[in-house]
């Protein structure tokens, strides 16, 4: 089994920066793909963007160019580095982790609020 904590939301202004991070249990994190969603009120919950094994990243459209994932298989930890943030981005941010094989695995979320 798989545990995920996600850190590092907060209330910021628009323009600002913030780094969230999930860690995870477990000895096989470097196979799995690493994920961030998020879901807004009333709104569907969405990819924001992945990063598979081999490193290979996936991000929504709306956050090209300002949001990047990344990973630290020694620390077993997933970051999403998020920047010129927008209203547009307040929601609650899921860490979700996919292995090859089994379950997928959820965080229960971050809060990340976007206001003037």
């Known amino acids: 089994q798989v545990q995920l904590v996600e850190s590092g939301g907060g209330l910021v202004q628009p323009g600002a920066s913030l780094r969230l991070s999930c860690a995870a249990s477990?000895?096989?994190?470097?196979?799995?793909?690493m994920g961030w969603y998020r879901q807004a009120p009333g709104k569907q919950r969405e990819l924001v963007a992945d990063?598979?094994?081999?490193?290979?990243?996936n991000y929504a459209e709306s956050v090209k160019g300002r949001f990047t994932i990344s990973r630290d298989n020694a620390k077993n930890t997933v970051y999403l580095q998020m920047t010129s943030l927008k209203p547009e981005d307040t929601a609650v941010y899921y860490c979700?982790?996919?292995?090859?094989?089994?379950?997928?695995?959820w965080g229960q979320g971050t809060q990340v609020t976007v206001s003037s």
């Open positions: 979700n982790a996919r292995p090859p094989i089994g379950m997928n695995y």
């Open positions: 477990g000895s096989i994190f470097s196979i799995y793909t």
């Open positions: 990063i598979s094994r081999s490193d290979r990243t």
